[in-house]
């Protein structure tokens, strides 16, 4: 890392979790003279705290709390996941270190016929947007996930969903930024942010340091940054946990999910389960996070009712953090209004498997291209 803060930069990224590093290593390998200020240790807020899922068909509780009309919504992004899937697997090339990219499918098991008929219902909405979800008998169950409980009756299997290792991951693209040419400072909260005639200019404890262009991508701080400018955003924190067991022996190639309530279950390199889904932890009165025992509780009792295996397991350590979140949960991405050269690299929830897309369209427009992907109808700021 360089600790002397330079005065200038051509572009300016804030937050140095995912989508900050990777929108720093594009437009690093495009040569751009770029600087990315992380206020803290790189990757250590959401992007390196994450369950690690990669995921890409319609979350099954949104689904049936938002209704299908949210989803249809919605659903324009799910060709954004698609494409960040595709960046997903070249990854670990790309940053010359393996992620623990595995893609082999994600399973969202139902017990209940109602529950069959929501997910035939989120199915026919992923295939009009180009994404294949099986539905799948409880013989089918049978054949591609004997560790499943007895209770599953069916369920819907999206085949390209899968899972990364999020330790690996930002401290890889981290590096292969540093190789490209970016200059990265940790350790260096942007407290001010003002525009002029020829960009922006920041404020850190280092110094201040100019740039024609700012790359906002604080994920669950991005609406302070963007409140130094004026500017309201509808993006939030809201407190997760995430748990993981003792290894256990090899069982679980997939992305578990269940139509029952709030669950994500995989089994990591090591043979430890990874088990969350979107339980709340607790805010301290002084704003920590600390783990909530009724999450801890009501999330290994949904992955035991799922994978029995689960709840012979001893949980070893269960962790929190702020994910970043929208109300609709559609991303913010893109140039802001009034503000140019100012832009939003947002992408609520599942901002861990679209990091690589999320980076690659706001690398783009940072350096005037057209994206790679349309934003009409998945970002807020291209309706
Ligand atoms: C417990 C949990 C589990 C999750 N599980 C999954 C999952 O399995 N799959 C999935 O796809 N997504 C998951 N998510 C969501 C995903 O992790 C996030 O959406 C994604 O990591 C957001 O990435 P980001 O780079 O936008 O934000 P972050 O990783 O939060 O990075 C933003 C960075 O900006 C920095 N910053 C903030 N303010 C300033 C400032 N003033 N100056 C400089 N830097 C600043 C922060 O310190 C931080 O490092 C989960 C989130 C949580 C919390």
Redesign the pocket.
Known sequence: MKNVLRHSADVLV????????MTALYLAEDGADVVL???????????????????LQLQYPEFVTYGESWARAYAPCLRFLSQSLDLWQGLSANVNEPLGVKLAGGLVVARTEAQMQAIVAKARIEAEAGVEVQVLTADDLRQIAPYLAPEAIGGGFCSREGKAN?LRT?PAIAAAALRAGASIHSH????GLEATPQGYVATTRGGRIAARRVVN??????G??AAMLGLTLNIDGFP???TVTEPVAELIPHLVYSAAGKL?LKQVANGGLVI?GGWPARVRPDGDLVTDPRSLTGNMAMAAGVVPAAGRARALRS??????GTPDWRPILGEAPGLPGFFL???????????PM?ARVTADLVLGRPPALSLRGVSVLAD
């Open positions: 804030i937050g140095g979790g995912i989508a900050g590093l200020l992380e206020a803290g240790e790189l990757g250590a807020q959401a992007s390196g705290a994450n369950a690690g899922s990669i995921h999020p930002t260096t909260p942007v407290t991508a604080a994920g669950a701080s991005a302070k940054i997760l946990q995430v994500s969350g962790w929190t953090a702020w994910v970043n690299a947002l992408f609520p929830w599942v901002g861990f498997s679209a990091g999320t």
